[in-house]
C-alpha cells in the first residue's frame, strides 16, 4: 500500500486537533469525576474513556489512509447488504420502548 504524499499538505489538521482536544477533556473530566482522593493510578472509569479515544485515533488514521475508490467495484453488493439488514429489522426486529428495535442476538 502506497501513502500519497498530497494527503499531508491537502489535510486539514484544525478538524482532528479540535476533536482530539474535546475528547481529552473529556478524559480529563472523567477522570476527575471518578478519582478518589488518597488513590493511585486512574479509576476503570477513566482508563476505558483513554483506551476508547486510543482506538478512535486509530481508526481515525485507518480511514485516513484506506482508498476508498477500492469499494467502487463491491459498492453494489454492499449496498444490497445494507437494504437487506434494514429490511431484515421490521421482519425479525423486537418491539422495545414504543418502536422497532435491531434483530436480537441468538445466545
Partial sequence: ??????????FEWLLPLL?????????????SATHAPGTRGLS??????L??????????LAALVFD????????????????LAVLAVPAFGRMGGGSRRW???SS
Fill in 51 to 60: 483506551l476508547w479515544l486510543a482506538a478512535g485515533c486509530l481508526a481515525m
Fill in 68 to 83: 476508498y475508490h477500492r469499494l467502487e467495484r463491491s459498492a453494489f453488493v454492499i449496498y444490497l447488504l445494507v437494504l
Fill in 19 to 31: 476533536a482530539l482536544a474535546v475528547s481529552g477533556l473529556g478524559a480529563m473530566t472523567v477522570y
Fill in 103 to 105: 434483530i436480537p442476538r
Fill in 1 to 10: 500500500m502506497r501513502f500519497d504524499r498530497r494527503l499531508i499538505t491537502h
Fill in 44 to 49: 476503570p472509569l477513566a482508563l476505558r474513556q
